[in-house]
Each structure stands twice: as structure tokens, then as C-alpha cells.
């Protein structure tokens, strides 16, 4: 006999949908985040890429034919602004995937084996906590130079994931003690289908809502390595467009505060949106909240 089909607010992606329209603030966020995004990937297939420098018109004004005026070069801010968020973007996306991934992969596995392999997991990631992010970062892109994008998203990913790790193991311990993974046990399913097949997909929402809040951390990561100086110059990004601001000394220039303000803006933004979307994403798949 069939299995009835699941109606559209019982799915996944209809709980997705209730949840952040029922939430105005996560509704509003989501639809920021995605404006920004449209901002910055398709916002470069409208504008002139080839942005020429101009000696005659450096550091102007904002006017109808430079929206934000122009920066040191004589190059048109806005072209840049639009240029420049999708690099962190993509970037902090990917490297939230690979922080998730590896929290997910090693909290199932201390989780749910305990013993010894959980011993070993809890040391190194007791290691990894004790090591300020940050800073590991700072040496790891000071001693490869010229580091590819997706070299960043690597070195951000891999010191994004312990404390997220520790949040997926206590989750799983939980849960293979409910009556479904007895019952998975007794069919000798085998610890990796009773994991991925039983226990993940009851994680499902947790492990979206940290993933969303794991690219904002990592976007911030990124942005910052790029204030400071310590990534190539080649790729625009707004984290450049703060340093390169700053090593112009746009505080002695009023003039100078679009090309400065503009990637700020974004950022926070993008990082306000993001938040309530969690939020909302929260109120979608909890459990204990969809109640209310």
C-alpha cells in the first residue's frame, strides 16, 4: 500500500516557508539577505567591468554619473561596491559548508560510538578551542602567500567547527536513545544508516540554523583578514575596500567616506539580515517553538 503523500506545509521546505513568513522580522531578513546577494552576483553583469581610472576625476563627489563618487584612482565606487561582495560571500559560504561538514561528521561519530574514538575527538577539539581562531588564521595566511579564494575558505573552515562539534554530539547522544534508533538497532541497520538515515534528519533544522549563522561568522573572518592587509590585493572584496580606504587616510577626506561607508553598510546589512533569518529559520524548525 502507498504511503500517503506528505501535503506541502508537512515537508521540509513548506515548515521552511511557514516558518519565515510567519516570523515578519525572518522574513524580512531573508529577503535582505537575498537582495544583497542579487546585489552582488548578478549586480556585475550590469555595470561597466572595466571601471577605467580617470587621474582627472580622483576622490569626487557623488553625482548622477558616479553614484558614490569616485575613489584614489579615479575609479567609479559603486562599480567597485558591486564588484566586491561576492567574493566573501562565496567564500564564507563555502567555508561554513566545510565547518558544518566536519562538526557534523566527528560530533555523529563522538556521539554516537562514545568510548576511546570520543576521548580522541574531545582532545582534539578541547586543542583546537584552547587555539584563538583568529590567530591561527593570521600565521596560516602569512606563511602561504598569494592563497587562492577557496585556500581561504579551507583555513576559515577548519577553525570554525569545534564549538558547533561539541553542540552535534550532545545532540546525537540525545537522540540514539530514542525509541525510532532502538527500533533501527533491533533491525541490524548498521550505525551508519541508523545515523545518516535516522538520527541526521532529526538534526535537520539545528544543523541549517548553525550553518546560516556559521556564514556570518566566517564572512567577519574573511572581511577581517582583508582589513588588515594580509590577502592578495587582485580579487575586489569589501574587506579591501575598508584597508585600501584606510591606507588612503579617508578620515582626512569627507570626500573619501563613500568608498569606506559602502562596504560597511553591506556588511552589516548582510549580517542583519542574516540574523533574523536565523531567527525566523529557528522558529520554522524548532519543534517547541512551532507550537507556540
Same mark, same amino acid.
Not at 535582505?32 to 580622483?58: E, Y
Not at 561519530?109 to 577539539?125: C, E, K, M, P, S
Not at 564549538?163 to 527500533?183: G, T, W
Not at 544508516?193 to 541526521?200: A, K, Q, S
Given at each position: 500500500?502507498a504511503?500517503?503523500?506528505?501535503?506541502? #506545509?508537512?515537508t521540509?521546505? #513548506?515548515?521552511?516557508?511557514t516558518? @519565515?513568513?510567519?516570523?515578519?522580522?525572518?522574513?524580512a531578513?531573508?529577503?535582505l539577505v +537575498?537582495?544583497? !546577494? @542579487?546585489?552582488?552576483f548578478v #549586480?556585475?553583469?550590469l555595470?561597466?567591468?572595466?571601471?577605467?581610472?580617470?587621474?582627472?576625476?580622483?576622490w569626487t563627489?557623488?553625482?548622477a554619473?558616479?553614484?558614490?563618487?569616485?575613489q584614489?584612482?579615479?575609479?567609479?565606487t559603486?562599480?567597485i +561596491?558591486?564588484?566586491?561582495g561576492?567574493?566573501?560571500?562565496?567564500?564564507?559560504t563555502?567555508?561554513?559548508?566545510m %565547518?558544518?561538514?566536519i %562538526?557534523?561528521?566527528?560530533g555523529?561519530?563522538?556521539?554516537?560510538f562514545r568510548?576511546? !574514538?570520543d576521548?580522541?575527538?574531545l582532545?582534539l577539539?578541547d586543542?583546537?578551542?584552547?587555539?584563538p581562531q583568529? /590567530?591561527?588564521? /593570521?600565521?596560516v595566511v602569512?606563511f602561504?602567500?598569494d592563497i587562492?579564494?577557496w585556500?581561504? $575558505?579551507?583555513v576559515?573552515?577548519?577553525?570554525?567547527? %569545534?564549538? @558547533?562539534?561539541?553542540?552535534?554530539?550532545?545532540?546525537?547522544m540525545?537522540l540514539?536513545?530514542r525509541?525510532f534508533?532502538e527500533?533501527?538497532?533491533?533491525q541490524?541497520l548498521?550505525? %551508519?544508516?541508523i545515523v545518516?538515515?535516522?538520527i541526521?534528519?532529526?538534526?535537520?533544522?539545528?544543523?541549517?540554523?548553525n550553518?546560516v549563522? $556559521?556564514v556570518n561568522?566566517a564572512?567577519?573572518a574573511i572581511?577581517?583578514l582583508?582589513v588588515? #592587509?594580509l590577502?592578495p590585493?587582485g580579487t575586489?572584496?569589501w574587506? /579591501?575596500?575598508?584597508?585600501q580606504?584606510w591606507g588612503?587616510n579617508?578620515y582626512?577626506?569627507?570626500?573619501? /567616506?563613500?568608498f569606506v561607508v559602502?562596504p560597511?553598510?553591506m556588511?552589516?546589512?548582510?549580517t542583519?539580515g542574516?540574523?533574523?533569518?536565523g531567527?525566523?529559520?529557528d522558529q520554522?524548525?524548532?519543534?517547541? @517553538?512551532?507550537e507556540r
Amino acid at each position: 500500500m502507498a504511503k500517503p503523500r506528505k501535503q506541502f #506545509g508537512e515537508t521540509f521546505l #513548506g515548515r521552511l516557508w511557514t516558518g @519565515l513568513t510567519r516570523s515578519s522580522a525572518g522574513f524580512a531578513g531573508t529577503l535582505l539577505v +537575498l537582495a544583497i !546577494v @542579487l546585489f552582488s552576483f548578478v #549586480g556585475p553583469l550590469l555595470v561597466d567591468q572595466d571601471n577605467p581610472t580617470d587621474t582627472t576625476q580622483i576622490w569626487t563627489e557623488p553625482s548622477a554619473e558616479h553614484w558614490l563618487g569616485t575613489q584614489y584612482e579615479g575609479k567609479d565606487t559603486f562599480t567597485i +561596491l558591486v564588484n566586491s561582495g561576492a567574493q566573501p560571500i562565496w567564500v564564507g559560504t563555502l567555508a561554513a559548508l566545510m %565547518a558544518v561538514f566536519i %562538526a557534523v561528521a566527528l560530533g555523529s561519530i563522538a556521539g554516537y560510538f562514545r568510548g576511546r !574514538v570520543d576521548a580522541v575527538l574531545l582532545q582534539l577539539t578541547d586543542v583546537t578551542v584552547t587555539i584563538p581562531q583568529f /590567530l591561527l588564521m /593570521l600565521a596560516v595566511v602569512a606563511f602561504f602567500e598569494d592563497i587562492p579564494p577557496w585556500g581561504i $575558505s579551507i583555513v576559515v573552515g577548519s577553525t570554525m567547527w %569545534a564549538f @558547533l562539534f561539541r553542540s552535534i554530539r550532545a545532540q546525537v547522544m540525545s537522540l540514539k536513545e530514542r525509541e525510532f534508533v532502538e527500533a533501527a538497532r533491533l533491525q541490524n541497520l548498521g550505525p %551508519a544508516r541508523i545515523v545518516f538515515r535516522e538520527i541526521l534528519p532529526n538534526m535537520a533544522g539545528f544543523i541549517f540554523v548553525n550553518f546560516v549563522i $556559521s556564514v556570518n561568522q566566517a564572512i567577519y573572518a574573511i572581511v577581517g583578514l582583508y582589513v588588515l #592587509g594580509l590577502m592578495p590585493s587582485g580579487t575586489p572584496n569589501w574587506g /579591501l575596500m575598508i584597508h585600501q580606504s584606510w591606507g588612503q587616510n579617508f578620515y582626512l577626506n569627507p570626500i573619501a /567616506l563613500p568608498f569606506v561607508v559602502a562596504p560597511l553598510i553591506m556588511i552589516v546589512l548582510f549580517t542583519i539580515g542574516l540574523v533574523t533569518m536565523g531567527r525566523g529559520l529557528d522558529q520554522a524548525l524548532n519543534p517547541r @517553538l512551532r507550537e507556540r
